[in-house]
Structure formats: C-alpha cells, structure tokens
DNA sequence: GCCTTGACTGTTATTATATAACATATCATA
DNA sequence: TATGATATGTTATATAATAACAGTCAAGGC
C-alpha cells in the first residue's frame, strides 16, 4: 500500500502534473476497453480534475455550457455518470456531488475522507475496510455488490490552520 | 458481538414485538437524555419501524398528512432530522430514504446493506470497519466525525429465491 | 456509394428532494 | 400567569435528477 498513500493525501493541487496523468491514464483505459472518451465527456473529467473540491452536477454543467456544449442538466448528468460507470469518477452521496477518481489505474473500493472546514475530498484506499463490511456481511447472508464509504471531518491542512 | 448478530438479520418482519421494543426503547432514550418525543416525532419513528424497506421523506409526510398532522415537507423532514440527529433513525443517502434505527441502544456506527431485489435495508454492527476507515484515514492526517457505510447486495431471502 | 444501425448529443418538460422564512402554538419555569 | 425557548405549521422556493423525444454522426453491411 505504500504506493496508495501518495495519491492519499488531501491535495493541495499546486501542480498541474497529476491532473494531466490522470488524464493520460483516463484515456490509455478508454482505449483499451474500447470506450468512447468523447469531447464532452473527456472535458467534464477536465472539469472535474481541476475542480478543488466536489463539484455539483449543475456546476459542471454551467462550466460546460459556457464552453459550448448543451445547455441542459442531462448533457452533464449523462458525462458524469459515464465517468462514473467507468471508473473515471467517483460520486459523493453526501454532497450530491462528483470527483474525479484520482486513481483510475487500478478497479478499487475507495473510501472518502470529505473535510468539513474546506469542503475537499481525499480518495483513500481502504481495503482493510471492504474486507471488513465483507465479513460482516457475510455474516448476514448479504452478497455485497457495491459500497460507499463516506467520512465526514477535518483534513490535515484545515486542522493545523485551527490549531 | 453475539448479541448484534440478533439484531442483523435481514427483518422479515414476521412479529410485531421487535418494533414495539424498539419503540419502548427509544423512549427510554428519549426520556434519559431529555428529549421531546412529542407526537409527530413518535409517529414518525412507528412509521419507519412498520416499513418494510426505508421509506423517503415524501412517503413519511404523506401517512403523517393522512393522519391530521402538517402537510407540507418541512413537517416530515423535521420528524425525521430529530430521530436521525438523537440516534433513533438513519438516512440512506444512496436511496433519499430513511430507516428506524434497530438498536437504539447504544451508540454505534452502522453500516447499511442495502438489497437491490427487495430493497430492504439492514443495519449492520461492523466495529472492525471503522477501525479499518479510522487507521486509514489517520495516515492521511485526516480526523473522522462521522461515516456513512452503505453497501448493495442482495439479502439471503433474495439470493436464495433466486436460487 | 449508400443505407441501416446504434451510440451520442441536444432539447423541452417534468419529477423528486430539500430548505428558507415566517406565523402560530405549546411547554417549562420563573 | 408572563416569558423565553422549542415545536409545529404554512407558503414559497431552491436544488437535484430523470423522462421522452429529435437530430447527428460514425461504422459496418450490402
């Protein structure tokens, strides 16, 4: 897991680099699974990675009308949850908003840490976590499918400013 | 754990007396820590205990409008923001929906297994997981407040049907 | 070449979910 | 019983998401 715990911490985004390797990386997996990374779908993922925090759907759409594409909710609705189908981005229930996956190499179970005071999301990899709820469970007879994880609180960089 | 296993069942809700001592139960709680347990607040709770899956909040405000109580959403958004803020309902964020809470007594972090058959949803005891999310978040410099667990599956009842 | 097919994009219209702001009523207690 | 805090109810509105349908466009069969 050491590798994880680079793409782990609460990003400050001071460098353009990772957004562009994400992308690369977005592309080289739309490619190989014969997906269609399409213009309006390839700049929402754009949106989204530049974006600080989560953003609502209406957000991306404001973003993407302003650039010429539909003007209608579901223009985003419909790139967003192909992001999201595959793997391209994630969806934060708790704030009825989208991220992009910060780490679209690898299929994952990721859980997010979403920070009260700035409102960012971290991407963290947990997989002690599903292997737990997985017990659990099974305990229950429950076959698990999918889950979402989601914690509410305070990353590092808001905690320091407080203290 | 033994005794959460009893509460983890996938409730076919054969017998009236679990809900009943549910209720008892939270008025106990609700008595020991000073709450109001007025009337809509108490209907609202038998509600969600005689629903077979979580219920949203439109459904909810519309047995509490039948009933003589308000008809607009702030009545049952209210009801239902009192009983998950003390502990006694949850919110199913995947689902817009709420749940009675099945153990009222202690304080716990649940997680949610959610059927995508029948819809059902069960609270599961899963200590090991906020453990697992606490750990992982720590390394990230990240303090937990509050975590939402929700996983969709298929319950035994289903799985077995469909057997 | 051209036509069919299916995937994609866009639209209008509508539905679903949730909250703000304010008036009235009720309760706890001084 | 007057008073402040809490609760209930209302109207109005904000926010989030989807249904249904028309036009576009590229890929493959003929």
């Given at each position: 897991?050491?590798?994880?715990?680079?793409?782990?911490?609460?990003?400050?985004?001071?460098?353009?680099?990772?957004?562009?390797?994400?992308?690369?990386?977005?592309?080289?997996?739309?490619?190989?699974?014969?997906?269609?990374?399409?213009?309006v779908r390839?700049?929402t993922?754009?949106?989204?990675?530049?974006?600080?925090?989560?953003?609502?759907?209406?957000?991306?759409?404001?973003?993407?009308?302003?650039?010429?594409?539909?003007?209608?909710?579901?223009?985003?609705?419909?790139a967003?949850?192909?992001?999201?189908?595959?793997?391209?981005?994630?969806?934060?229930?708790?704030?009825?908003?989208?991220?992009?996956?910060?780490?679209?190499?690898?299929?994952?179970?990721?859980?997010?840490?979403?920070?009260?005071?700035?409102?960012?999301?971290?991407?963290?990899?947990?997989?002690?976590?599903?292997?737990?709820?997985?017990?659990?469970?099974?305990?229950?007879?429950?076959?698990?499918?999918?889950?979402?994880?989601?914690?509410?609180?305070?990353?590092?960089?808001?905690?320091?400013?407080?203290?």
């Open positions: 897991m050491s590798d994880e715990t680079a793409a782990f911490c609460c990003p400050d985004h001071s460098g353009a680099a990772p957004a562009e390797a994400i992308l690369a990386a977005a592309e080289d997996k739309a490619r190989a699974r014969g997906l269609r990374l399409t213009p390839r700049r993922l754009e949106i989204l990675l530049q974006a600080h925090g989560a953003l609502g759907a209406y957000d991306v759409l404001e973003r993407l009308a302003a650039e010429g594409f539909g003007t209608q909710p579901p223009v985003a609705y419909r967003l949850n192909f992001l999201v189908e595959n793997g391209l981005a994630h969806r934060i229930r708790r704030l009825n908003a989208f991220t992009a996956c910060t780490h679209p190499g690898h299929d994952h179970r990721a859980a997010f840490l979403i920070c009260e005071t700035c409102e960012r999301v971290t991407e963290a990899a947990a997989p002690d976590l599903s292997k737990a709820l997985g017990a659990a469970a099974a305990q229950a007879g429950f076959t698990v499918e999918r889950v979402t994880v989601e914690a509410v609180g305070r990353c590092r960089a808001c905690t320091q400013a407080r203290a």
